[in-house]
């Protein structure tokens, strides 16, 4: 089975994409836990409605992760700058050590 594609690809195609590989999954084989099959089981007896609240949720729950890494990689060089800055800073003596009881009585 094949690892799914949804790093590969921008926001425009990327659930066409996600849901083609994961059709195609299915018909390779791929099998779902017992408990998530018999979660499905009961979902599939929501009205239609709650059935899209339920989808949108677990979409949403897959591809959270995705997301963050997205922001991170749009953000490294900020970060890199803003860690290259603190080291000057501390090879400089512009930095103070860190007093956890001062920190816990704020």
Known sequence: MVDPPCRQYTDEGR???LL???Q???AEGAQLTKLLDEAFTLA???PEERQDDLAAR???ELTEDDEFDRKIAATVDQLDWLI???KADFRAGRTEGLD???LLAQ
Do not use: C, F, G, M
């Open 20 to 22: 083609s590989w994961a």
């Open 58 to 60: 677990i979409i949403a």
């Open 100 to 102: 956890y009881d001062r």
């Open 15 to 17: 659930w066409t994409v």
């Open 44 to 46: 599939r007896l929501l």
């Open 24 to 26: 195609r999954s299915i």
């Open 84 to 86: 290259e800055e603190a």
